[in-house]
């Protein structure tokens, strides 16, 4: 009797590892997790994306899928990436951080993993600046303990504290870990408006010449953002020392939108707000935004960014 009571514990202790392994599985299926299953970057997705979506920013699609396919696709990253988007209002500095998440989480802005902040939603008084950076710095470690591939996003980053940039900067660098927690995997996104007037300046220049937006490249683009955002000392970023520890990986600039943008931009919002998409609505639409220098009239005042309820007082 021994032996067969023995066995069928035996089973029994199988049968339950295994029913406990697949319900393990079909959890992993249904609730999101840090693991491929919802983790798994596609670069492909994120090339069409661009291409397809992203409208007027050649320099910064070459730049963003290179710098993110590149440290996605290294196994044993020396730091996490760090990315700061540059350029005026309304260009799609926020529109391509999403993009990124997608091609990334398969819950895209909705993950878990993806992590939000809006320096004047989240970090409103200055007086509140030493509890911000306990409460920042322990939500970062937190999740990145929690989750290694977390992704987080900083908007408005010129009106944040400098003093907050810098209890960010730690988690920069290119510790192998800090507090037992590697941070290696970790992605990092700031967003501005810093450097958008000189990068306006180019591009108008390029205009003025006749040439071609096209050739606009990131070597025209990064004397405008070197003298805006580094050596101007009412930038947030002069104050600390992202830039000369080099703790930032790749300086994006958005170019500001013409015209054409605008009206690509306005087919693609019908399209998404399931019209067919119309010219002549949206050709209407365009000609009423506000675009400047106020005598050439190339670049949109607000970008793309409000077209969506504009749209809707002309269909
Ligand atoms: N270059 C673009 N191509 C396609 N759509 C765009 C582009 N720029 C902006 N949009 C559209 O306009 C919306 C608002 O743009 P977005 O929030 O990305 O601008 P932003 O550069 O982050 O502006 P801000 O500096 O004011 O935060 C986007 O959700 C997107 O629908």
Redesign the pocket.
């Known amino acids: 009797i021994e032996p067969i009571s023995t066995s069928l514990a035996v089973g029994i202790a199988a049968a339950v590892t295994g029913f406990l392994a697949r319900y393990q599985n079909i959890l992993y299926y249904f609730q999101e997790c840090c693991r491929p299953e919802w983790i798994t970057y596609n670069r492909t997705a994120l090339e069409v994306d661009l291409q397809a979506?992203?409208?007027?920013?050649h320099v910064a699609t070459r730049v963003i899928l290179k710098a993110v396919s590149g440290f996605m696709n290294n196994e044993n990253p020396k730091k996490p990436l760090v990315l700061s988007l540059h350029?005026?209002?309304?260009?799609?500095?926020?529109?391509?951080s999403?993009l990124i998440a997608e091609s990334i989480y398969r819950k895209g802005m909705s993950s878990g993993f993806v992590h939000l902040f809006t320096a004047t939603a989240h970090f409103p008084h200055e007086m509140h600046l030493e509890s911000y950076k306990t409460q920042l710095q322990q939500w970062i470690k937190g999740n990145v303990t929690n989750c290694p591939r977390s992704m987080f996003i900083f908007?408005?980053m010129d009106k944040m504290h400098p003093g907050l940039i810098d209890s960010i900067k730690p988690y920069l660098d290119y510790y192998e870990t800090l507090d037992g927690v590697s941070y290696r995997q970790a992605i990092f996104i700031f967003?501005s408006?810093a450097g958008g007037e000189n990068i306006v300046q180019v591009a108008l220049d390029f205009w003025t010449a006749g040439r071609d937006r096209e050739e606009i490249e990131l070597k025209h683009l990064e004397t405008a953002l070197s003298l805006s955002v580094f050596n101007n000392k009412n930038s947030g970023f002069w104050h600390t020392s992202l830039i000369d520890k080099n703790l930032v990986d790749y300086f994006v600039p958005?170019l500001p939108?013409e015209y054409k943008?605008v009206v690509?931009?306005g087919m693609?919002?019908m399209h998404a707000k399931g019209r067919t998409p119309d010219m002549d609505v949206v050709d209407q639409m365009a000609r009423d935004m506000s675009f400047f220098p106020k005598e050439e009239r190339v670049f949109a005042r607000q970008?793309?960014?409000v077209?969506?309820s504009r749209l809707d007082f002309y269909i």
């Open positions: 979506k992203l409208f007027g920013q350029g005026w209002t309304g260009t799609g500095k926020n529109f391509v999403q908007d408005e967003l408006n958005f939108l943008h690509q931009c693609a919002e970008g793309c960014k077209i969506s």
